[in-house]
């Protein structure tokens, strides 16, 4: 994966975070000052046509009770009474004779239909804007009345500089709170990328920094701080199995490539070659074996194997194995003492236990001296809080030899990949079968204890009887 | 006896070949799944053996899944780098009658092989009673008898024979007698195997003047007059 380095990009998250800030306060500010606008704007119109409708409601009455002279009154009348100088009438006749009003003549474009109309007018020799409207009377009479909205006009335009000035105002604080977002935001990426990115480059010793406030940062950091700590755990472990495999397959191939190679230089007869061939074909047959146990450890451990699981009767097992092996004991003048129960049902993968005892047994004759013994035993130990069903019954599986044993510091690593103590150097053996018996045991959801005999070994094997699934993997 | 070998690793292919020609078989060899899977389907032979990860499109199990649909009945011993038991599983349930995980030893692969035609042969008659040599089983009573002399076995020493008998004249691996009498399927350490052949060997050997069960060597045993 390419690492990248920290600067300004289009697909910058922190940007984008800034850019959406940004663009929902403008959103909202435009929205906000939209309803303001339309708002007064609205009102002002709408007061204008009131008290439009109000005049024209008085001359209408005007005129049905008292003509055209009433209704020329009238029209004088307002205008004089006009405090605000903003009111327009016109009365024409029907030859289009003006009769009464403050208009010179009568506006061009006006629309002779009832309708609301914004047209500029001539008053005082200025050109303004005004809301009028048209009404027909009886006899070809026309009425309009009207109010000269400079005003509004005026106000309109302030409250447009002020939009935009705001709009201006809105735009330049949401840049700016948006910078302040991506910074903000970038930081605590970056205290994560930075760490990660020395990570990758192979640094697995730095962590996060951690705040100590206990908020959602905290969080991340500390969760990826554990993983952190599981990575380089397991990486130690990968190392060193992949160191031991490195070291324990050059062993036998070493010496199946120095006998082949001694005996294409030195061997004299074909019987000679073939004894070397022979032998170099043990010895590929243990790099075949080390594989082979090796892969079948890691697939155990990854826990792919709880298919196979059954229920079968473990005593039965235990006791075909002892038969298999007390021959072999006997060979090696050694006594195989058994001490089983009639049934021990289990439920778990029978092939696997059977492997496990097999190793475990194979060392205990192979370590034993002539004339000892080693004893095998099960029992069903009593759940720890009486009819708990949480606390399934436990079975003791014990293995115990009185071979040459091992030391303390011996006992804590003898279950780890291609771990040999030194006394057994010299003996056949990957080392491995230990290793795998911890890996059943573990898959069981049990636990394996070694411990000492004065002299010898006691293998210690507790599985919970009524197994239950854990989710643990 | 016909043997097809349906192997692409032209290494693993020569060393059967030439190893089964020089034990008397006749080998046809084919190097992919197609080719192997015409000359199965057009030829009879006695036992197939067939490589599980094959070029040429054809895979090794469906190449025996397809054979099985056909009606072909004809032996297949499955060689396979894949050496999980769930790999063995799943080939022997795709038709497999028996499975031989790589590396091999070519004494191993003959072994089962001549245990597969063999058992494919006598599967027909049941039988109460075997015999080699003046050595006579009884099935049914489970009695020994040597020379008219009466032997007393453990009822595992008992099968031990039993699967020596059945398979008289070929030789068996420790591996096939762990599978077979045991049914035990991983890979001791120690010596089993062959501290119980000594102990039936106590028994039905030593009294007499000459020895039914021989050591092959690099191979395993083999009981023969």
Known sequence: MPTRLPGVRIQSVSLRFGIVYSVLFIISAILFLSFVWWGTIGLLDQRVRHSIAVDAHAMLTEWAHEGVPGLENLISNRLAQDIDDNAIYLLSAPDGRLLAGNLAHWPARVDHAMHWQTLPVLRDGQLNLAQTRVWMLDGNYRLLIGRDISARTQIQRMLTDAMLWTCLMVGLLAIGGGWVVRTLFRQIIHSINRTTLAITQGDMSRRIAVSGTGDELDDVALTINQMLDRISRLMDGVKQVSNSIAHDLRTPIARARAELEDASRHATSEQALRAAIDQAVVNLDNVTGICEALLRIAQIEAGTRRSAFATFDLASTLRDMAELYEAVAEEHELKLLTDLPEHLPFMGDQAMFQQALANILDNAIKFSPPHGSISLSAQKLPPAIPNDREWASTIRIKVIDCGIGMNSADLARASERFFRAERARNTPGSGLGLALVQAIVELHGGTLYLTHNTPGLVVTIDVPALHVLSDKT | ?225
Not at chain 2, 13 to 38: P, W, Y
Not at chain 2, 55 to 71: A, D, I, K
Not at chain 2, 130 to 146: F, H, M, Q, T, Y
């Open chain 2, 1 to 225: 006896m016909r043997v097809l070998l349906i192997e692409d690793d032209q290494t693993v292919r020569n060393f059967v070949a030439k190893g089964l020609s020089e034990a008397g078989h006749l080998v046809e060899q084919a190097a992919d799944g197609k080719q192997g899977f015409t000359l199965a389907s057009q030829d009879k032979f006695d036992v197939i053996i067939l490589d599980r990860m094959l070029p040429g499109g054809v895979e090794g199990l469906h190449l025996l899944e397809t054979l099985r649909s056909e009606g072909n009945l004809t032996p297949v011993l499955l060689l396979s780098a894949l050496a999980d038991v769930d790999e063995k599983v799943a080939g022997l349930k795709a038709g497999g009658d028996d499975y031989v995980s790589k590396p091999f030893s070519f004494s191993e692969l003959q072994a089962r092989l001549e245990a597969l035609v063999r058992r494919n042969r006598n599967e027909a008659q049941p039988l109460t009673k075997l015999s080699v040599g003046d050595l006579e089983i009884d099935l049914l009573s489970r009695s020994v008898r040597r020379g008219g002399q009466k032997i007393d076995l453990q009822p595992r020493e008992f099968r031990l024979l039993e699967f020596l008998m059945r398979h008289t004249g070929q030789v068996v691996t420790r591996t096939m007698l762990l599978e077979g009498v045991w049914d035990y399927h991983f890979d001791p350490q120690t010596n089993v195997i062959d501290v119980h052949i000594s102990r039936l060997r106590q028994k039905i050997d030593k009294p007499f003047d000459h020895a039914l069960v021989h050591t092959i060597r690099n191979a395993g045993y083999m009981l023969q007059e």
